[in-house]
């Protein structure tokens, strides 16, 4: 056991009133998980944490903790707060290497779930936990959607997505890989072989574009697709990603790491508009990723791109001008562009009955109910890009509106 995770717990003031548990979104039991830690009774520790949040060992890697736990540690005000996400790893890690999935009497009901992503695998833990008969539906040949395909490994190990599944298999849940639900099967189909509910949670895996001349060309690639499997693309030694946000960096770090490239960041902003966490840009430049600020695509060419500066717009107007007459070409040899995405339409276009929102989000109430009966959706494909956590908060909602759905409650 690190000495480390021991020393930080001990570190932890057992709060009456927890602000630690406050700032998670999902609500934590920080101080009692820590407390049954340094009792000896890890397990009590692991379960706290797993029936609360089902992806917690996830959570505790990829959160923005300076923002939630950790930034509401009253330690933080004069010292360094508790590193809450440590302990949580820590405990979440053993747990699920020593607690095997139980597979609960059936009720005899039996639920879809589209998706394996954060908000798919929430579901399908929380209903096999309370005896429905889960399928998972996924598009590739792996679960663990934006958090297999979408993180790179250096922020989270694949082999936890790999235990988490076969926690599932353990609990009885089916596992249909390969298998995109729209173009063959159908939600019809589904209903009509005696799923009593549908649940969607398949993510956002449609590049947003530039829409600017060059971006077809053979040189160009989207964010998400590169991050699905990085070993397949030659970039050559010269590299610039578009964007500002989370996947940006990601997308630069991981460029670095496979290929040895420059890599440069273009924002159409000034530095401090930048999207992305601050730690993660800590990380990026760390990592050696440069940055260029207030500059704005306005075509892909082969050599590189083609930008102009930028500066910020009025009361009124657009966010960002353009400047005429400071057109500057940056050389590269890859152009990859991390501008945001949204959610494909391979259901929402072979299903009746289903609204979409003019951003293309599955339309829902606060419950995750779509406005077709027995169907219900949570995740990125409702609320756009968000974090595991967020997922994970409202699919636990969704998973109980499900339950109450079928059981008639």
């Known amino acids: 056991m690190s000495s480390h995770i021991v020393e930080e717990a001990k570190r932890c003031l057992q709060c009456k009133v927890p602000k630690c548990r406050e700032g998670c979104p999902v609500q934590t039991p920080v101080n009692e998980f820590i407390r049954a830690f340094l009792e000896e009774d890890i397990l009590s520790a692991g379960a706290m944490l797993f029936e609360n949040n089902p992806l917690s060992v ?25 590193h809450i996400s440590d302990i949580e790893h820590y405990i979440s890690s053993y747990y699920l290497s020593h607690i095997e999935g139980r597979r609960l009497a059936g009720n005899g009901h039996k639920v879809a779930i589209i998706g394996s992503g ?21 598009a590739h040949d792996l679960i663990g959607g934006v958090m297999r395909y979408g993180i790179p490994g ?11 599944k076969d926690k599932l298999v353990d609990m009885g849940v089916k596992i249909r890989p390969n298998t995109l639900i729209g173009p063959t099967l159908t939600l019809d189909d589904l209903f009509r072989d005696g799923f009593k509910a549908v649940f969607i949670g398949t993510g956002v ?45 990601d997308v630069a770090r991981t460029a670095l790491r496979k290929s040895l490239c420059r890599v440069t960041v273009v924002h159409i902003g000034d530095p401090g508009t930048m999207s992305a966490l601050p730690e993660e840009l800590e990380m990026a430049k760390m990592d050696g990723v440069k940055f260029i600020y207030n500059r704005s695509t306005v075509e892909i060419l082969d050599e590189g791109i083609k930008v ?79 974090t595991v956590v967020q997922a994970v908060k409202v699919s636990k909602q969704v998973a109980k509106a499900i339950e109450e759905y079928v059981l008639g409650l």
Request: charged residues 25%.
């Open 205 to 249: 895996w449609k590049p947003r574009k530039l829409d600017v001349k060059g971006e077809s060309l053979g040189h160009v690639h989207y964010a998400i697709d590169y991050l699905k499997n990085p070993e397949v693309y030659t970039l050559g030694r010269r590299v610039i990603v578009i964007g500002a946000g989370n996947t940006a960096m």
């Open 308 to 386: 102009r500066r930028t500066q910020r717009g009025g009361p009124g107007g657009p966010k960002w001008m353009i400047l005429e007459g400071t057109e500057e070409i940056l050389e590269a040899d890859t152009v990859i562009i991390a501008i945001s995405q949204g959610p494909r339409d391979a259901i929402v276009s072979t299903t009746q009955g289903i609204e979409r929102n003019p951003q293309g989000l599955v339309s829902t109430d606060e419950c995750g109910r779509t406005t077709r009966q027995g169907v219900f959706a949570s995740g990125d494909v409702v609320h756009g890009a968000r």
């Open 118 to 138: 954060p908000a798919g695998i929430t579901v399908a833990f929380l209903l096999a936990q309370r005896g429905f008969e889960i399928t998972i539906y996924e």
């Open 58 to 82: 996830v959570c505790s890697l990829v959160c923005p903790q300076e923002f939630q736990c950790e930034g509401h540690c009253v330690l933080g005000k004069k010292a360094g707060p508790v």
């Open 154 to 164: 250096f922020r989270l190990p694949k082999d936890l997505l790999e235990k988490l």
